[in-house]
């Protein structure tokens, strides 16, 4: 299927590595000109070259950090008229939330809600006048069932939720639409970094944790990136318009309800 996306801009978060890196692929596959964002310069443009060998795109890789003013300012620079914009972000810590204090909770809340609020107010004005875009949110399975132990990431993305599923009823009309894509057991750094934590709090060895997580999952596997990134790529598609406001659930089939 041809998306529709060929020249088309893009704005891919955190997209070094893992799932952010997943979705630049994807849509770099589809002939999107793609503007990458992370913190570290190095693995940045490592992951900016790699991007344009395999797909031959045209890949910008910008060193910021999307939580300040700064930042954002930064990339929209290099991008300023984005059709498409990917927020992600890493997840907080896990943890007991008895540990957290105010300072927490708000960095919590400013990399996994505030962030990406102020990202959209940046875009979606321009994207409505040029009635065309697609703006995913990569969150977490932990909005619909929470996970304990990532009490500042079930906090944090919850609230972005609520505030997507509001504003994407209003742009849908011009062409813009606002969806999120909720990740399950994907195989990543961040995935790895639980099984540690639990192995720790568990005294269980990492690669035990790890083949337990496995073997629960209903699909006896974990996902990867380029899965993930083609559901972002989708939903960033000229045939995605009339999908918005939306909580798209990849977990192998471990979220149990029927909706």
């Given at each position: 299927?041809?998306?529709?996306?060929?020249?088309?801009?893009?704005?891919?978060?955190?997209?070094?590595?893992?799932?952010g890196r997943g979705c630049a692929e994807s849509l770099a596959r589809e002939g999107v000109v793609i503007?990458?964002?992370?913190?570290?310069?190095?693995?940045?443009?490592?992951?900016?070259?790699?991007?344009?060998r395999a797909t031959g795109a045209t890949v910008t890789?910008?060193?910021?950090?999307?939580?300040?003013?700064?930042?954002?300012?930064?990339?929209?620079?290099?991008?300023?008229?984005?059709?498409?914009?990917?927020?992600?972000?890493?997840?907080?810590?896990?943890?007991?939330?008895?540990?957290?204090?105010?300072?927490?909770?708000?960095?919590?809340?400013?990399?996994?809600?505030?962030?990406?609020?102020?990202?959209?107010?940046?875009?979606?004005?321009?994207?409505?006048?040029?009635?065309?875009?697609?703006?995913?949110?990569?969150?977490?399975?932990?909005?619909?069932?929470?996970?304990?132990?990532?009490?500042?990431?079930?906090?944090?993305?919850?609230?972005?939720?609520?505030?997507?599923?509001?504003?994407?009823?209003?742009?849908?009309?011009?062409?813009?639409?606002?969806?999120?894509?909720?990740?399950?057991?994907?195989?990543?750094?961040?995935?790895?970094?639980?099984?540690?934590?639990?192995?720790?709090?568990?005294?269980?060895?990492?690669?035990?944790?790890?083949?337990?997580?496995?073997?629960?999952?209903?699909?006896?596997?974990?996902?990867?990136?380029?899965?993930?990134?083609?559901?972002?790529?989708?939903?960033?598609?000229?045939?995605?318009?009339?999908?918005?406001?939306?909580?798209?659930?990849?977990?192998?089939?471990?979220?149990?309800?029927?909706?």
């Amino acid at each position: 299927m041809d998306l529709g996306l060929k020249g088309r801009k893009a704005i891919v978060c955190a997209a070094s590595k893992g799932l952010g890196r997943g979705c630049a692929e994807s849509l770099a596959r589809e002939g999107v000109v793609i503007t990458i964002v992370a913190r570290t310069e190095g693995p940045l443009n490592e992951t900016a070259e790699a991007i344009r060998r395999a797909t031959g795109a045209t890949v910008t890789a910008i060193t910021a950090d999307t939580t300040t003013d700064a930042g954002r300012a930064k990339i929209l620079e290099a991008c300023p008229e984005p059709d498409i914009l990917v927020n992600n972000a890493g997840g907080p810590p896990p943890g007991d939330f008895r540990d957290w204090g105010r300072e927490q909770w708000m960095a919590a809340a400013d990399a996994n809600m505030i962030a990406p609020i102020l990202f959209i107010r940046a875009v979606v004005d321009g994207m409505i006048a040029r009635r065309f875009g697609r703006i995913v949110n990569i969150t977490s399975t932990s909005v619909k069932a929470p996970i304990p132990i990532l009490g500042l990431s079930n906090g944090a993305r919850a609230g972005l939720t609520g505030f997507i599923a509001g504003i994407a009823r209003e742009t849908v009309q011009h062409n813009v639409t606002i969806n999120n894509l909720l990740p399950g057991p994907f195989d990543t750094d961040r995935l790895r970094g639980l099984f540690e934590a639990t192995a720790k709090k568990t005294g269980k060895p990492v690669d035990v944790v790890r083949q337990e997580r496995m073997d629960a999952n209903p699909a006896k596997r974990f996902g990867t990136a380029a899965e993930f990134g083609d559901a972002c790529a989708y939903l960033c598609s000229a045939q995605a318009g009339f999908i918005t406001g939306q909580n798209m659930v990849l977990d192998g089939g471990a979220y149990p309800g029927t909706f």
